[in-house]
């Protein structure tokens, strides 16, 4: 695998004192009132904004060994890749288990009104979290698509049957503040460990997974020199709630060449394609 990559230190360290390191705060479902209402007023409904992106690109070939002739060997061409999930919104993605106790079972509701920057009014049920073996911790199921696709001859991606080369399962993520995006987001990160109970990412922050973990790569098979569409879509089954849902998927144009040994990223746009609330 070409190219240097940021690797996160993402291990199981959600013993109850990191729990503890969040503010505890009394939150009640849609609609319910708040004590401080009659003196500061309701504050409404404040969504975040995820806007996916992909910063790097690599190719390599999967190293194999013959045992017979204890020689090693060139397999199928992998391409690797980042996911940023950025928030651009003004206030905190934040996803709570609703039953502590039992995360596996728990559902998972994410807050939908904010009193301050991290004073949660209100939540809604939005999924579950799920165990991640390889990642061994907790995720929020369901959050990505990843895809490669051909391009039509008008130059647009082919989101037909026969335009798909590659998808990947649904991916979970665990949300954490990995890195700045904006200058005005906090100096001080807020989501900074991988909790089974809390996650989430805060306004200005993306949450990395690099190249190097696990599903973040595609085999290919096969695969020509040419120009194909890297398509990464956030909560692809629109689950959570966003102030902007337009923006959810980045379609990055990348360019193979050099017989499936060299990947560059040539232009990105962002999706104006509604998605269905499910």
């Known amino acids: 695998m070409g190219g240097s990559f940021l690797r996160l230190a993402r291990r199981p360290r959600f013993a109850l004192l990191a ?45 194999l060994f013959d045992q017979a002739t204890s020689t090693f060997y060139d397999g199928d061409p992998i391409m690797y890749f980042d996911t940023f999930s950025q928030n651009l919104g003004t206030v905190p993605v934040e996803l709570t288990a609703d039953d502590p106790r039992n995360i596996t079972a728990s559902s998972v509701s994410q807050c939908v009104s904010w009193r301050a920057p991290y004073v949660c009014r209100e939540q809604e049920q939005v999924g579950g979290f799920t165990w991640h073996d390889e990642h061994t ?28 080369i590659a998808v990947s399962e649904k991916v979970s993520f665990c949300l954490i503040d990995s890195t700045a995006v904006r200058p005005d987001a906090s100096p001080v990160r807020f989501y900074n460990v991988c909790n089974p109970v809390r996650q989430g990412i805060s306004p200005g922050y993306a949450d990395i997974y690099s190249a190097d973990l696990e599903g973040q790569n595609f085999r290919l098979p096969g695969i020509a020199d040419g120009d194909y569409a890297l398509v990464v879509t956030m909560d692809p089954s629109n689950r959570l709630h966003e ?36």
Do not use: C, M, Q
């Open 243 to 278: 102030s902007n849902d337009r923006n959810n998927r980045v379609v990055v144009r990348i360019r193979i060449s050099e017989g499936a040994r060299a990947v560059s990223i040539v232009d990105r746009s962002w999706s104006t394609s509604k998605f269905r609330r499910r």
């Open 137 to 164: 911790h907790f995720h929020y199921e369901d959050f990505a698509d990843y895809e490669l696709r051909r391009f039509t001859r008008r130059g647009l991606p082919d989101f037909s049957r026969r335009g798909l």
């Open 19 to 63: 729990a503890l390191a969040f503010v505890v705060v009394a939150v009640g479902p849609a609609g319910a009132d708040d004590g401080l209402d009659g003196v500061l007023g309701d504050p409404g409904r404040t969504y975040p904004d995820l806007v996916p992106d992909v910063t790097e690109v690599s190719i390599a070939p999967e190293v």
